[in-house]
């Protein structure tokens, strides 16, 4: 198996823009997780899906964060528009619903807005 | 507080054992992780330890469960440059870990 698999691996833009983030997680996995990591906050959970439902999305800061996930192979979080302040790592991560020690995240998107 | 806490700067000579500490809050917490994440890369499950074992070995890693202090610990034998990244401890009491901040190991010559 290839891995969690992000896309792409790096992203600049111009604040305002739309930015979208993709992320394919392994065959098989029905829960997917999506984490933002900055030196400030740490690695913080953003939203997480199980079976492509949208379970808990608490943890995105703002209405101009949105995710989705349209089949059990895709999952995409878009910013719309991007502040600098979004400059971060996002990450993906998947596992099966209830295994407790499959947890594989992605190598994640380094987004910088300018 | 944090639900999770380590400190954020550990540094080692090579070949010197490293220890990295983790305290968590919650006392059901079932399964324990640590998770490298080296530079440019994502989170890598290193090992874990269920809540009912007290140290779990493989090779070089050593994990140590106070259960009763809520404290984790990882020690890295013969640590190498290669060894060289951030370091995070998790607890999870269902399939979602929560993690900590992250203690970034540097190993000089």
């Known amino acids: 198996d290839a891995g969690v698999i992000q896309s792409p691996r790096h992203e600049v833009t111009e604040m305002g823009q739309e930015v979208t983030l993709r992320c394919k997680p392994i065959?098989?996995?029905?829960?997917l997780f999506w984490y933002r990591q900055t030196m400030m906050r740490g690695l913080e959970l953003l939203i997480y899906?199980?079976?492509?439902?949208?379970?808990?999305d608490s943890g995105m800061p703002e209405d101009r964060f949105s995710a989705k996930m349209p089949n059990a192979s895709f999952s995409t979080l878009k910013i719309q528009p991007s502040e600098p302040r979004d400059s971060a790592v996002y990450f993906c991560?998947?596992?099966?619903?209830?295994?407790?020690?499959?947890?594989?995240f992605g190598s994640g998107t380094r987004l910088t807005v300018v | 507080g944090e639900d999770v806490e380590q400190s954020l700067f550990l540094s080692v000579r090579e070949g010197d054992s490293s220890v990295i500490n983790c305290t968590y809050t919650?006392?059901?917490?079932?399964?324990l992780y640590w998770y490298k994440q080296e530079p440019g890369a994502g989170l890598q499950l290193l090992t874990y330890i269920f809540s009912n074992m007290d140290m779990k070995q493989d090779q070089r890693l050593t994990v140590l469960l106070n259960k009763k202090d809520k404290h984790l610990s990882l020690r890295i034998a013969d640590t190498q440059t290669g060894d060289s990244a951030i370091y995070f401890c998790a607890e999870g009491r269902s399939y979602i870990p929560t993690f900590g901040r992250g203690t970034s190991l540097i190993v000089h010559p």
């Open positions: 065959s098989g996995h029905n829960s």
């Open positions: 899906f199980n079976n492509n439902v949208p379970i808990d």
């Open positions: 919650d006392s059901s917490s079932t399964y």
């Open positions: 991560a998947s596992i099966r619903t209830g295994s407790h020690y499959g947890y594989t």
